[in-house]
């Protein structure tokens, strides 16, 4: 049973180790997809941080986060660095949607099946560009953006 759940795991793991290399632009885009995704295609994810959401609270502290990268096997001296990669809303927690868009590690194909929509969301005045000021709006507020 051990060996099912790391395995399971083992994509979230390798997303979050990847965060460091990730982009501003690229967190705000994955908060996007992650906010259009079917929730029954994101059930590990779910079960995941219902986990180690201990406190109930509906975001991750950086203890919990402690907890996540112990579990994941992810070493522990990052902790810090996915905390600050992660929360993009700069309030010290973890909300759902900011850990579900560390934890995609979606191929091409698959980013690209989304990033239509992503793109119609960021293009707030829906004139077909993105502008300076809804690029902006989009780097200041992503969790905004992805609402």
Not at 118 to 129: C, L, P, R, V
């Amino acid at each position: 049973d051990n060996d099912k759940e790391a395995t399971r795991l083992t994509p979230m793991r390798q997303a979050l180790e990847k965060l460091p290399s990730r982009s501003h632009m690229d967190q705000c885009v994955m908060a996007c997809i992650a906010s259009q995704l079917n929730a029954t295609r994101l059930d590990y994810i779910n079960a995941a941080f219902e986990r180690w959401d201990v406190d109930g609270s509906g975001t991750l502290s950086a203890e919990e986060m402690g907890k996540v990268v112990a579990d994941l096997g992810v070493q522990n001296d990052v902790v810090d660095v996915m905390v600050r990669m992660l929360d993009t809303n700069g309030d010290g927690n973890i909300a759902y949607s900011e850990f579900v868009a560390g934890c995609l590690d979606l191929r091409r194909d698959q980013i690209m099946q989304y990033l239509r929509v992503a793109f119609s969301i960021f293009d707030t005045d829906k004139d077909g560009y993105i502008d300076k000021e809804e690029l902006t709006n989009m780097l200041l507020n992503p969790t905004h953006a992805a609402d």
